[in-house]
């Protein structure tokens, strides 16, 4: 194909694509490892209509999954039908703006529910759930796609559900929160556990120092870290036309820790100076302290100052930074110590080492020889022990990156053996690749593309679920 423009290049990967579809057969250029059996889930913003006012960010979750089976692979793209989707596609129109909120000219019939199920998609007790800090779980038939509905677990949750839950790699549970669980821009948190059998086992709430977008918390072996950031909810600013989320970093950091068997009331608040983190890479237990590697915004991207001015855009880029927390008693700080000058987000680790050290890690990063525009371009491996950036690989010009998933081999493979797969927009062609990476050597390049004859829209995250 010939090479376009660089007006072609320049352009974003942002928006939507108007339809579902399945291929069966796909293209592969190298060769697929035959041991990678399963299927990549992956969730990301894609508006059935357009909204007034309403930022792609809260855009209908689309889900997108590659079939990998003995060197085959196969892709198959659904809409999460929620009772939004269900309702605007009736409609057929628009009729809910940004966070959920209905048109002024929607019918007075028309549901009161605004959710989008598109941050994140999991696999839990036998159930693929997709995932936005909304609203509960939406469950998905594994394969075909089709949705099935929300999951309350016999009644036993309600309200918002992290995109974020932890699996713990030992015992199987999954650990979960819900921020505004009070209503909508509160400073009420809850918080819960479900057994690997599928049994919730724990639900509860607290009072956080004030309302917070969490979109992220740390589990460690025996703690839970709840952080409490100056992306700041104010239902007055958003009764009044104001930003409902906006930066305010003169309330500084809190992160609140709580013994995994304990009790809420007996949470100890760290501080910290203002800064902001969507995701966590992960964090472990270290004698008498608690260690965790995140990716840090020193302001918060994407939401303005509370008069509407946007945030430092040099400020608001995210870099992988070591958080310590003393558990002696000696200090309520917690410290900071960026680990690399690269932007970069989405951090991953080898899922079995979640929660405990870990010796690799991955994330995706902006192309450190140009000026950061927005894109994602290439993928950096870390040495956890070391704080070492042990490996780097950059796309073509233009070209981005979604998150990398890790998958181990088979069998009882050491941390870090194995692959990441990660989805590809080829920006001069206009489509979509599915790369696949040997995890302990990504400078090399991939050592198979699957071929997509279409586009796959930036999103958020996904997950591997084996063919067992």
Same mark, same amino acid.
């Given at each position: 194909m010939p090479h376009e423009s660089d007006a072609t290049v320049s352009r974003s990967n942002l928006a939507p694509i108007p339809f579902e579809c399945d291929a069966p057969f796909l293209k592969v250029a190298g060769e697929l490892p035959r041991e990678l059996n399963g299927t990549l889930y992956r969730n990301g913003p894609?508006?059935?209509?357009?909204?007034?006012?309403a930022h792609w960010f809260v855009g209908d979750g689309m889900l997108h999954a590659f079939h990998l089976e003995n060197g085959r692979a196969s892709y198959?793209?659904?809409w999460v039908r929620t009772p939004k989707w269900l309702a605007e596609h009736d409609a057929g129109r628009a009729l809910f703006g940004g966070f959920g909120r209905k048109l002024p000219d929607a019918p007075t019939s028309t549901i009161n529910d605004g959710g989008v199920a598109n941050t994140n998609i999991v696999f839990h007790a036998g159930r693929l759930l997709a995932l936005e800090e909304g609203h509960l779980p939406t469950e998905i038939e594994p394969g075909t796609l089709k949705t099935r509905g929300y999951?309350?677990?016999d009644q036993s949750i309600a309200g918002p559900f992290t995109a974020h839950p932890k699996v713990d790699p030992v015992t199987g549970e999954m650990i979960f929160f819900g921020y505004n669980a009070a209503g909508p821009l509160t400073a009420a948190m809850s918080f819960g556990s479900v057994d690997a059998s599928g049994v919730v086992?724990?639900?509860d709430r607290f009072e956080t %120092?004030?309302? =917070?977008?969490?979109?992220?918390?740390?589990? !460690?072996?025996?703690?839970?870290l709840f952080p409490i950031l100056p992306l700041t909810g104010s239902m007055n600013r958003a009764m009044s036309g104001k930003p409902p989320y906006a930066w305010e970093p003169d309330k500084g950091s809190y992160v609140g820790l709580m013994k995994r068997g304990g009790s809420a009331k007996d949470i100890t608040w760290f501080r910290g100076e203002a800064c902001y983190v969507f995701h966590v890479m992960n964090a472990w237990e270290d004698g008498n302290r608690i260690v965790a590697d995140v990716m840090q915004f020193e302001e918060a991207p994407l939401f303005p100052h509370p008069d509407g001015r946007r945030t430092d %855009?040099?400020? =608001?880029?995210?870099?992988?930074?070591?958080? !310590?927390?003393?558990?002696s008693g000696n200090t309520d700080r917690f410290t900071r110590d960026y680990l690399d000058d690269v932007t970069g987000e989405f951090p991953r680790i080898d899922d079995?080492?979640?929660?405990?050290?870990n010796a690799h890690g991955w994330y995706a990063c902006a192309n450190p020889n140009r000026p950061f525009v927005g894109g994602l371009s290439g993928l950096v491996h870390v040495d956890a022990r070391s704080r070492a950036r042990l490996a780097q690989y950059v796309l073509p010009d233009g070209d981005t990156i979604s998150e990398p998933v890790f998958v181990a081999r088979p069998g009882d493979a050491a941390e870090g053996e194995g692959w990441l797969l990660a989805v590809v927009w080829r920006a001069r062609e206009n489509v979509s690749?599915?790369?696949v990476f040997n995890a302990t050597d990504i400078a090399s390049g991939p050592v198979a593309l699957v071929h997509l004859g279409h586009r796959v829209p930036d999103g958020f995250h996904g997950n591997w679920v084996g063919a067992r």
């Open positions: 894609n508006p059935q209509f357009e909204a007034p006012g198959r793209n659904r999951v309350d677990y086992t724990r639900f %120092p004030f309302a =917070s977008m969490v979109h992220d918390f740390i589990v !460690t072996e025996n703690h839970l %855009p040099e400020k =608001s880029r995210a870099r992988l930074c070591r958080w !310590t927390f003393d558990l079995r080492r979640a929660g405990f050290t690749d599915l790369a």
